[in-house]
């Protein structure tokens, strides 16, 4: 038993309250303090600390039940135990109306006292249990009520009634008619007659004057009490503004990938002509006069000629990047020693010429586009073999294990990377060497990066001039879906 328990006896029998007192103090460790009348009672409970009251019901001046009546008046709340001499059911039944917690007949024989001390007992533990369920709700940041099929409120927390610009007590009895704007409380009032008729839980989300909220509504249904439904709405503002703002975002991203598949269609038939006209024309020019040209002439239009073609290669690699998201493939499981291949194939005369040797751990399988992972290796090796510049190339790659995702990594014995280039690499038509010193458009590194950016990965390399580069990239281990 709980030796915390605090215990006011109130008898107009000093003889009665003391032998009560002594009765719980000895035998159940209980702290006890007595008043001769009401008065004295409501005196003790303004002054001392008191987890329940016993009182006699029949008192000069204000008896057991007024002295309770008064007590709730100023704001008490402690469980009240009555005490009778007689068995009257009208008491009885006047006791339970006016909120005595439990009714108790004087002279029950032997075990009266063990009888009192458990209905202590167990009114101070439920007490205790409903402060503390009181303590969470008026102190959640949800706004939580109570209301009855009328859609009137029978509680409400702080949170619901700063809601309302109101305290609990003024929203005790105003309807959600009256307060939420009339589609709102429609809305609310059906689903809560729903839940009180139906005893169903129901969950549904709703908002006005800029704030959103996710209702929960609970059926309430206690013995004696009318039916009712417990509220909880929690404020979901800042997440709701947060899902518009994606969906915003999503909607131009569509928009302007929309554009740039358009650019694409463009890049890939209009701009493509005027360049072969440019590139014809010139080698045209060449064969009908190149007799009569002086070296200088001929210089101008081997230029010509060869920006032509640089810009034709550029603008059909930056037709490839702008298709990554727009036309990749179905993610599949792909075997990664199975894609290497393919990259390894398509690069066999860069290797032959280069006599560069490809080694390779085991590699995992993966849920990918095997197609531009297979584009992913290659330009990686593709690469190694290019920034070469002495002795043959030797590339090796890897595969790890890292939690949720693999990291796989690609080194070179190339000719390396400044630190202050490492980030620039990836940017499209970043180039960090002259066209008279490496072949290419500068497209490789980005195409790579978002390749991986499809597959929910990230890439990076550490590098040091002269000392090769290492190419790291992850993709999750169970992939993700392709949308």
Do not use: W
Not at 278 to 306: C, H
């Amino acid at each position: 038993m709980d030796t915390a328990i605090r215990v006011l006896v109130v008898d107009d029998s000093n003889f009665y309250a003391q032998l009560v007192a002594d009765t719980l103090s000895t035998d159940y460790d209980m702290e006890t303090l007595t008043g001769n009348n009401a008065r004295e009672g409501l005196d003790s409970l303004e002054t001392s600390e008191v987890d329940c009251v016993v009182t006699d019901y029949q008192m000069p001046d204000l008896d057991g039940i007024e002295f309770l009546e008064a007590a709730r008046e100023r704001g008490f709340e402690q469980p009240f135990i009555l005490l009778t001499g007689t068995g009257s059911e009208a008491v009885a039944s006047e006791a339970v109306a006016a909120g005595v917690t439990h009714y108790f007949q004087k002279n029950e024989g032997d075990q009266q006292f063990e009888k009192l001390a458990n209905q202590i007992d167990n009114a101070v533990e439920q007490r205790r249990t409903e402060k503390k369920y009181e303590l969470l709700v008026d102190n959640s940041p949800d706004l939580i009520a109570q209301i009855n099929a009328d859609g009137e409120f029978v509680m409400a927390n702080q949170s619901m009634a700063d809601s309302f610009d109101a305290t609990p007590e003024e929203l005790a009895g105003k309807s959600v008619a009256d307060l939420a704007p009339e589609d709102i409380a429609e809305k609310r009032l059906s689903v809560g007659r729903e839940v009180i008729e139906t005893g169903e839980t129901r969950r549904f989300e709703d908002g006005y004057n800029g704030d959103y909220f996710h209702n929960v509504f609970v059926p309430v249904d206690l013995p004696g009490e009318r039916a009712t439904c417990q509220v909880i709405a929690r404020n979901i503002t800042d997440r709701k503004k947060a899902e518009i703002e994606l969906k915003e975002t999503v909607e131009k991203l569509e928009e302007s990938n929309a554009q740039l598949e358009q650019f694409a269609y463009v890049a890939s038939h209009d701009l493509q002509e005027p360049l072969r006209m440019v590139s014809s024309y010139m080698q045209l020019l060449e064969r009908q006069y190149g007799d009569k040209l002086d070296e200088d002439a001929q210089e101008f239009i081997d230029y010509a000629v060869d920006g032509a073609d640089r810009m034709k290669q550029m603008i059909n690699d930056l037709l490839q990047y702008s298709r990554v998201d727009t036309r990749g493939g179905d993610f599949e499981q792909t075997d990664f020693e199975s894609v290497l291949e393919q990259a390894l194939d398509n690069l066999q005369v860069a290797i032959a010429e280069s006599d560069a040797e490809i080694t390779h751990d085991s590699l995992p399988t993966v849920v990918g586009d095997e197609s531009q992972l297979a584009m992913l290796l290659q330009n990686l090796v593709s690469n190694a073999i290019k920034y070469c510049d002495e002795g043959p190339p030797r590339i090796h790659v890897t595969a790890e294990r890292d939690g949720d995702e693999y990291v796989f990594a690609v080194s070179d014995n190339g000719i390396g990377i400044s630190e202050d280039n490492l980030e620039e690499v990836f940017r499209i038509f970043g180039r960090l060497h002259g066209k008279d010193e490496y072949s290419g458009t500068g497209i490789g590194l980005a195409m790579c990066q978002k390749i991986v950016d499809r597959h929910g990965g990230t890439i990076r390399v550490e590098s040091a001039p002269g000392e090769g580069s290492t190419f790291y990239f992850t993709l999750p281990v169970g992939g993700v879906e392709d949308e």
